[in-house]
């Protein structure tokens, strides 16, 4: 499918979500914004170690003994064992493929152990990368159990061939799964961060930090949720799901007061950090669950809203969160969305309140399905 197609597809994808889901009146969907770039555009790649990589010819006569059945590369849809081992990707530019490559080369050199996800067993689990617009890099190693002389071994190894890398870190997870942002992040070389910058503004990101993953689409996104906002000035905008306060952080020169509410402590640290790193005033951050935190007395200390941005996960808004910004009758809402099936679900709840002025997708995320979403609502 050519990349026109692709946006044909995505636009009907969201012009359908919201004629089924939401019934209700929608003005005309202004045309996607395409991305610029629809290769190597993503700041972020996680790859996974396997000791059973798929294959893609296979007979009943294969040698086992004969093949290298490690593998590092992406899931095979479906199937949690197996990893389709990645020689080239076209998602994200160079060095990525150079650090993945060099890093296979040197693990089966030396007889280091790729993860068995089945018995929890080997020594490499999961590698991250992460770049930013200005030439940052930062590579993360996931190790299932310490040995120094080991891990010392690959990092110096990543280090001394990579010297672009700004920001070098392990971690050691032993448990079942593959999260490991609950857990210590060590850094071995450089600083603990890579540095974003956007219309001026910088964002430090660190292992664990939310930024969206096309930077340059990023931008074209938040530009598109500030002109729907249609800011002048005296407002006090509520930014739920702030995440790093990047959109917060993006629209406080344009504002009186904005402010921000993430679920993820961390996430509301580096969001402080970023405001105080852009000598940004007008911004206050709070962690907790929005339907739990954003009540009356949290809207009489901070100011009733008159815009507030919504920036949910997949999932969309908790029913409790639209009931309470329902309450609060912000004059404006803008509503941006990985998931336009989810964004109509709460939309057609505030749809008595609120119409729809404006609907604009952004195509964050070209060669996939996915696309943001962003919606006007107006008080009625």
């Not at 609120?354 to 604009?360: I, M």
């Amino acid at each position: 499918m050519n990349y026109e197609d692709q946006l044909f597809y995505k636009q009907n994808q969201i012009e359908n979500n919201l004629k089924r889901i939401g019934k209700f009146e929608i003005p005309e969907i202004l045309p996607i914004i395409p991305s610029e770039n629809i290769y190597h555009y993503r700041n972020k790649l996680e790859f996974t170690f396997s000791n059973r990589k798929w294959l893609t010819d296979y007979s009943k006569e294969i040698n086992f003994d004969d093949i290298n059945m490690n593998g590092l590369g992406f899931h095979i849809p479906g199937i949690f064992d197996r990893i389709v081992n990645i020689n080239k990707c076209w998602l994200q530019k160079e060095p990525s493929n150079a650090i993945r490559l060099a890093v296979k080369e040197y693990a089966d050199k030396n007889n280091m152990e790729f993860y068995n996800v089945k018995k929890w067993s080997g020594f490499l689990r999961n590698l991250v990368i992460r770049n930013t617009s200005i030439g940052e890099w930062m590579v993360i190693v996931v190790l299932n159990y310490e040995d120094q002389e080991k891990r010392e071994g690959i990092l110096n190894h990543i280090a001394e061939k990579f010297p672009e890398i700004t920001s070098l870190m392990y971690v050691i997870n032993q448990k079942k799964n593959d999260v490991y942002s609950d857990l210590e992040i060590k850094l071995f070389k450089g600083e603990p961060f890579i540095t974003e910058e956007m219309e001026g503004l910088k964002f430090k990101i660190g292992p664990v930090s939310f930024y969206q993953t096309n930077s340059e689409q990023a931008y074209e996104l938040y530009k598109v949720a500030r002109d729907f906002a249609g800011l002048k000035g005296d407002e006090v905008v509520y930014d739920l799901y702030t995440g790093t306060g990047t959109i917060a952080n993006f629209v406080a020169a344009k504002v009186k007061k904005v402010v921000g509410i993430e679920s993820v402590p961390s996430a509301i640290f580096d969001a402080r950090e970023n405001s105080w790193l852009n000598e940004i005033n007008n911004t206050v951050f709070y962690d907790g669950d929005i339907a739990q935190v954003m009540d009356e007395n949290f809207v009489a200390l901070n100011g009733k809203p008159d815009v507030i941005i919504t920036d949910p996960p997949r999932a969309g808004m908790h029913e409790k969160v639209v009931k309470q910004i329902l309450n609060i009758q912000p004059q404006k809402i803008v509503y941006i969305s990985c998931n336009s099936a989810t964004q109509a679900r709460d939309v057609a709840l505030m749809s008595e309140n609120y119409k729809v002025e404006k609907v604009q997708p952004v195509d964050m995320f070209p060669q996939t399905q996915h696309v943001e979403n962003v919606m006007l609502l107006v008080k009625s």
